[in-house]
């Protein structure tokens, strides 16, 4: 079953076609990768999938929902997270106090509302906060400023965070960026862990092809905003058409 529908998405800007007429099915419960060259249109389909940004064709639907014109937190509210290129904490303070965040959201100027809508009070958020970093493996690291952390660590709080939400659709964006091997790897099994354990859909931007082939269940191949391929990842590999989008020649 189908959690994520494009069709037909199609965005400009000035003179580039970003995105040319694309189609994408996610599956629900599955681990989707989008990957191909710099400048193929990822990261502005990526910016679609959240509202971000509004496709001159086409549509974005979120079980069954448009996500088009949504603020962030109708977003969130629908079940979408989104990790972002940089890691989005707050490095001046702790990564409980970091974790404790998401756990409740604001509304009408009253206290507190969680993520779901149930009615949380202090210590349920703090024994929340607790449980995630136990289930991040961060529970020793709760007074650290998160600013002191290894990249691959901050990545690890934002996931968290994210997860603490209760999203049905994770969205990676280069998750392994800037990281080094070691870290990847513990990201990569990391997620592994998370696939395994929730009730939860990843798609996934990433140019590292061992992060994408060790997790990804299927790939779409795009290349000047067009998607070349869409298949799992035994037949992506040796593609011709992608060999021909990452080499610039056909195989």
């Given amino acids: ?21 694309v189609n994408l099915s996610v599956q629900e419960n599955s681990v989707h990768a989008i990957i191909g060259p710099n400048g193929a249109g990822k990261s502005t389909l990526l910016n679609c999938f959240v509202g971000k ?9 979120f079980d069954g ?7 962030p937190h109708e977003i969130n509210q629908m079940g979408i997270s989104r990790v ?16 404790l965040i ?3 959201a604001k509304r009408d100027g009253a206290f507190e509302l969680n993520a779901i809508g149930s009615v949380m009070n202090q210590k349920d958020m703090l024994e929340r906060a607790e449980e ?3 289930d991040m493996n961060m529970a020793d690291k709760r007074h650290m400023h998160a600013a002191s952390m290894s990249r691959g660590d901050k990545r690890r709080l934002e996931i ?21 091997r070691a870290d990847t790897n513990n990201t990569i099994d990391l997620l592994k862990q998370i696939k395994e354990e929730r009730d939860i859909t990843i798609a996934i931007i990433e140019h590292d092809m061992h992060v994408v082939f060790s997790l990804a269940e299927r790939i779409t191949v795009l290349a000047q905003g067009t998607p070349l391929v869409e298949d799992v990842p035994e037949n992506i590999k040796g593609h011709p058409k992608v060999r021909e989008a990452y080499l610039g020649e056909s195989a």
Wanted: proline share 6%; aromatic share 4%.
């Fill in 132 to 134: 995630m970093l136990v």
């Fill in 102 to 104: 998401p756990c409740f």
């Fill in 160 to 180: 968290g965070m994210c997860l603490s939400q209760e999203p049905r659709l994770l969205l990676l964006d280069e998750p392994t960026a800037g990281m080094a």
């Fill in 1 to 21: 079953m189908s959690i994520l529908e494009v069709k037909n998405v199609g965005k400009r800007f000035g003179g580039l076609q970003a995105l040319n007429n």
């Fill in 53 to 61: 940004l509004i496709p001159d064709t086409g549509s974005v639907m």
């Fill in 84 to 99: 972002f290129q940089t890691p989005e904490i707050f490095g001046d303070l702790t990564v409980l106090e970091n974790m």
């Fill in 65 to 71: 929902q448009s996500v088009l014109g949504r603020s």
